[in-house]
């Protein structure tokens, strides 16, 4: 019988729901929550994408909290109170962060458990791309993650304005927030 990983005390990790008032707090953001009325297919229902700009081309961070099939199974997310968050790195923070470039994670893959919770680890299916991931982030992790979506969210108003979005007062970028 396989252990199961350690895991953090449920009392010191933020929910799903306020892992993304963290993210909505932060300027000209706004979240799709993957739905039947969201046009997302059915394997996707639940996960919360956040944007930059309305629209909504590339999320610089979402929440899951369940496997996709086939696809994205390595962090056991049907497990009880499990979720995790991911977040867009780029190359140059995912590399000062890991030690290596995201080309290079390949490499690396077969020495992480995915499953850890409280760790920033690159995420098993988008750390080619240059995405990290923490799986039931404790409170003790939430300065060093409210760092990386700060990050993760300049480059995604950078990218929003090099579209040509135009800023708005908030500097996020002119965008509708149904919602908020």
Known sequence: MSQLPPTVPAALVPTEAELAQRILAL???????????????????????????????????????HDTPGFDEDSRLDRPD?????????????????????ARFPDHRAGIDFTRQGEIMPHPA????????????????LPEVDRLLAHAHARAVDRHRRAGGRPGPDGGGTLSAPGR
């Open 82 to 102: 499990v979720h995790r968050l991911n977040v867009e790195l780029g190359r140059a923070e995912f590399q000062r962060r890991f030690g290596y470039p995201p």
């Open 27 to 65: 300027p000209g953001v706004t979240q799709v929550r993957a739905d039947a009325a969201s046009g997302a297919p059915p394997a996707s229902w639940g996960e919360r994408f956040f944007f930059v700009g309305p629209d909504r081309r590339r999320p610089f961070a979402t929440i899951v909290a």
């Open 126 to 141: 988008y750390g080619l791309h240059g995405w990290a991931c923490v799986l039931c982030p404790g409170t003790d992790l």
